[in-house]
C-alpha cells in the first residue's frame, strides 16, 4: 500500500496536474462510464464534527475509493485546519487497499481545477475582468486557477468580511494584475468571468446586476439551503454542471429548480462540451452558469494522479498491508 502524506502533496501535484485529471474524469462522467456513489454526511455527535464519504469508480482509469472526512470545527484553536480529508485508493481488480492521500491541499486544487475547466470551456474568448465572491481559504485557489484560463487585466473582489482580500490581493499581485475591491454592482456591470465562493446561504449576487456575456462559476454551495446568487439569475443563464443529480439536491440550482424557475433536465453536464457533445457557450451574449457541486471523482481522480507522480518520481512511501 502506497503512503502519500498531506505535506508531500504541495511539491508533488500542481494545479495542472489537477486540470487534466478533473478535465478527464469530468468526460468519463458524462460518457456513463464513471459514476459517484451516494453521499454519506453525518453530524457524528462529537466535537460538533461532521464527517462523511464521497466514493465512485472511473471504469475508464480504474479510480476506485472514496474521501472520507469533514469539518471540525474547533480545529483552528489546535493549529489545524477545521476541513480534513483523506482519500483511500483500491485495486479495482482485487478490492485490496491500494494508496492513502492526504486529501485537504488536493481537496482545495480539485475545486479549483472545476471552475478552471468551465471558464476554459465556457467563458468568452476575450474576457478581460475577473470578478471574485468570497475571500476564505479556497478564494486564493479559485483566483490562481481561474487567472491562467484567460487574459485577465483586472480583478474585482467583493466579500461579506471586508478584512479578509489579503490572500486575494497577494495571488492578483504575483500574477502582475490589478486588484480592486468594489461593491457588487461594480463588479457584475464590469466582471466577464465572476467567481463565487462563499459559505453564505441567501443570494449575494443578483441578476439584474450580471450583465450578457457573463460566465459564473459559482462554487460555495455544495449543501441543502447553501445560495450564492439569486435563482432569477439561473434562470437567465445556461446552467452547466459537474452532476445534475448534485446540482438540483445539494448545489447553487436547489433553488431554482425547486421554484420551478429552472427545470433540472435543462442543466447540461460539463463532460458533454469537455467531449464536444454539448456546444458550450453559442453566443457572446449568453450568460453561462457553471454549478461546480463538487463529486468523490474528482477527489480520486486528483489523489490517483499524485501516487501515479509519487511513483514515478521515487517518493513513494510503500506499507505491507
Ligand atoms: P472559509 O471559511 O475559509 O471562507 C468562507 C467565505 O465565505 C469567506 O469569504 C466569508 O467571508 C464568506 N461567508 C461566510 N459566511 C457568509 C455569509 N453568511 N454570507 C456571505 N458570505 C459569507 O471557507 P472556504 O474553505 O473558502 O470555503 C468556501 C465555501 O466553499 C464553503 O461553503 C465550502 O463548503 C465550499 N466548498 C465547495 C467545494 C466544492 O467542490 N464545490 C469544495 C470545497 C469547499
Given at each position: 500500500?502506497?503512503?502519500v502524506p498531506e505535506g508531500a502533496i504541495e511539491g508533488l501535484v500542481t494545479a495542472a496536474d489537477c486540470f487534466a485529471a478533473v478535465e478527464k474524469v469530468f468526460a468519463a462522467m458524462a460518457r456513463?462510464?464513471?459514476r459517484n456513489f451516494p453521499v454519506v454526511r453525518e453530524a457524528i455527535g462529537h466535537a460538533e464534527a461532521l464527517y462523511g464519504f464521497k466514493s465512485g469508480f472511473d471504469r475508464e482509469s480504474l479510480a476506485l475509493g472514496l474521501k472520507a472526512g469533514g469539518f471540525w470545527p474547533g480545529n483552528a484553536a489546535k493549529g489545524l485546519t477545521n476541513h480534513q480529508s483523506t482519500v483511500f485508493l483500491f485495486d479495482a481488480d482485487t478490492g485490496r487497499c491500494r494508496a492513502a492521500v492526504g486529501g485537504n491541499l488536493l481537496t482545495a486544487l480539485r475545486t479549483a481545477a472545476a471552475s478552471a475547466i468551465s471558464i476554459r470551456h465556457l467563458a468568452r474568448p476575450d474576457s478581460r475582468v475577473l470578478g471574485m465572491i468570497g475571500a476564505g481559504h479556497q478564494s486564493a485557489f479559485q483566483l490562481r486557477a481561474a487567472l491562467g484560463q484567460r487574459t485577465f487585466e483586472r480583478v474585482l473582489a467583493w466579500n461579506l468580511h471586508p478584512g479578509m482580500f489579503g490572500r486575494l490581493a497577494t495571488v492578483a499581485g504575483e500574477h502582475g494584475v490589478t486588484f480592486?475591491?468594489?461593491?457588487?454592482?461594480?463588479?457584475?456591470?464590469?466582471?466577464?468571468?465572476?467567481?463565487?465562493?462563499?459559505?453564505?446561504?441567501?443570494?449575494?449576487?443578483k441578476a439584474a446586476q450580471v450583465r450578457p456575456g457573463t460566465h459564473l462559476a459559482c462554487m460555495g454551495t455544495d449543501t441543502r439551503g447553501k445560495q450564492e446568487v439569486e435563482a432569477e439569475l439561473l434562470a437567465a443563464a445556461t446552467v452547466f454542471t459537474d452532476e445534475v443529480a448534485q446540482s438540483t439536491s445539494i448545489g447553487e440550482a436547489q433553488h431554482a429548480v425547486a421554484s420551478g424557475l429552472l427545470a433540472a433536465d435543462a442543466i447540461v453536464e460539463i463532460g458533454t462540451v469537455i467531449n464536444g457533445d454539448h456546444p458550450g457557450r453559442t453566443s457572446a451574449g449568453e450568460i453561462t452558469l457553471f454549478d461546480g457541486t463538487g463529486v468523490g471523482l474528482q477527489d480520486l481522480a486528483v489523489a490517483s494522479a499524485a501516487v501515479d507522480l509519487a511513483v514515478s518520481k521515487g517518493l513513494a512511501v510503500e506499507v505491507a498491508f
Open positions: 500500500m502506497i503512503i456513463r462510464t464513471a480592486e475591491v468594489v461593491d457588487l454592482d461594480q463588479l457584475g456591470a464590469e466582471a466577464d468571468v465572476i467567481v463565487t465562493i462563499t459559505s453564505s446561504f441567501a443570494p449575494i449576487l
